[in-house]
Nanobody, 127 residues
Framework: QVQLVESGGGLVQAGGSLRLSCAAS????????MGWFRQAPGKEREFVAA????????YYTDSVKGRFTISRDNAKNTLYLQMNSLKPEDTAVYSC????????????????????WGQGTQVTVSS
């Protein structure tokens, strides 16, 4: 298991930016694809972005393409999500997650593929 702790959430006005961080400990962080998910009040948790274990491939849900950037620093065991041009509809609890498999060849985007989760950090975007 990889232990994950998110930080960086908060309240921001529409059009603003936030940078989320996810600190990992336990099993080797650099061996796992990583992802960000979010859950808005009254809605299902949804995929936001994912990055390969090497950092060479990234994937985004359509609604955040061009505004969010996922990255990782394997030397610091940390995952990031830079969020720009935030909209009220981005309001949610954001959670990071680690792939349940080592060195998976493809980067998953479904919850079932991720085996370790952080507790989440609240992001609120006011209009």
């Amino acid at each position: 298991q990889v232990q994950l702790v998110e930080s960086g959430g908060g309240l921001v006005q529409a059009g603003g930016s936030l940078r989320l961080s996810c600190a990992a400990s336990g099993r080797s962080f650099s061996n796992y694809n990583m992802g960000w998910f979010r859950q808005a009040p009254g809605k299902e948790r949804e995929f936001v972005a994912a990055i390969s274990w090497s950092g060479g491939r990234t994937y985004y849900t359509d609604s955040v393409k061009g505004r969010f950037t996922i990255s990782r620093d394997n030397a610091k065991n940390t995952l990031y999500l830079q969020m720009n041009s935030l909209k009220p509809e981005d309001t949610a609890v954001y959670s990071c997650a680690a792939d349940s498999n080592l060195w998976r060849a493809y980067v998953p985007s479904t919850e079932a593929a991720f085996g370790s989760w952080g507790q989440g950090t609240q992001v609120t975007v006011s209009s």
